[in-house]
DNA sequence: TCCTTAGGTAAACTTTCTTTTACCCACTAT
DNA sequence: ATAGTGGGTAAAAGAAAGTTTACCTAAGGA
């Protein structure tokens, strides 16, 4: 049980929603940090940490906390990443339809 | 105004559903009737027609309808496409940013 | 002390997506 | 006539995302 279709469909939602692709931008090549980003995206904190938080897990986004005069301050950078939805997934999909036939 | 982030997250938003990336899976190099789709997928018919409706709005798959015995089938059939995520489409959104930062 | 800032959580609300139920039409076969 | 099939819609229920409001901790500076 592979469930491809599944997972890589989890994956794609990461993916699928402008903000975190907004995210993944601006903090391409360069660190950010929270302020940052949610000064240029207008978001409010809790929703940052929300989008943050899937980007991270995913591994699209990492995160490095560093204490700047007693507070911890934390930097976000885009990971090198590709991720492509062709021909190949869905062969690897179709197979498994397949094979769930028996 | 281009706003490449929503128009790439809703393309995204498409192919994020293990259903229908199973449907293009399904259909991919061959023809494949409705009845044979909903039959496989385990899926209502209202339910594999709204799938449906969003892969062909989105150039996914595409659709032939033939009269069979006064009966209209049809019949879909996954297009050529690759569609890739990656620093390329980012570094556009990143531009849109900073272009609209004025 | 009190206010501010950085990070965070929990709960509630809203919006969007997925899925089901109940219907409609047209044509075929019994 | 009526039951069956293929295509379809509309409305509503359910589930999952996205977003806001209110609140908490800990440290720095006025």
Redesign the pocket.
């Known amino acids: 049980m592979s469930e491809t279709a599944e997972e890589f ?2 994956l794609l ?2 993916l ?5 692709l907004k995210i993944l931008a601006l903090c391409l090549n360069k660190e950010r ?3 940052e980003l ?1 000064k240029k995206l ?13 980007l991270t897990s995913a591994g699209f986004l990492s ?1 490095r ?1 560093e204490v ?8 976000y950078r885009t990971e090198r990443f590709e991720v492509c939805c062709g021909e190949e997934i869905l062969k690897d999909i179709l197979e498994e339809l397949e094979d769930s036939e028996k």
């Open positions: 469909a989890s939602k990461v699928a929603n402008p903000v975190r940090t929270s302020k949610r207008r978001l409010s904190k809790p929703l940052l940490i929300a989008h943050v938080r899937k995160c906390a700047v005069k007693g507070r911890v301050v934390k930097y």
